[in-house]
């Protein structure tokens, strides 16, 4: 593995974020992410997301708003669960 892209995610790749693979029983469920997107307090403009090299996504930072006017809180900020970060690291 060569790396990663951090990107701010369409509508579609912010969708596909919600269902991102973590650790159970920690943060936000796919389900309570979708009702943040839906309501408009979670947007692809104050969003972004880490792709690996075949573009799955491996990591995302959601901000959230009160309304769809500015985030105030980063809400949602985790990596896949089980993926080897390692390469992250500098040697």
């Given amino acids: 593995m060569c790396g990663m892209r951090i990107e701010t995610p369409t509508a579609e790749l912010l969708q596909q974020a919600a269902h991102m693979p ?6 936000m469920t796919p389900e309570q992410i979708q009702t943040e997107i839906a309501s408009g307090r979670l947007q692809p403009r104050w969003s972004q997301v880490a ?37 992250l690291v500098k040697k």
Avoid at 69 to 86: N, R, T
């Fill in 51 to 87: 792709l690996d090299d075949d573009g799955s996504i491996v990591g995302r930072a959601l901000w959230w708003g009160r309304d769809e006017h500015k985030p105030i809180a980063l809400d949602v900020w985790d990596a896949v669960a089980g993926h080897d970060m390692g390469w």
């Fill in 22 to 27: 973590t650790t159970p029983g920690i943060g």
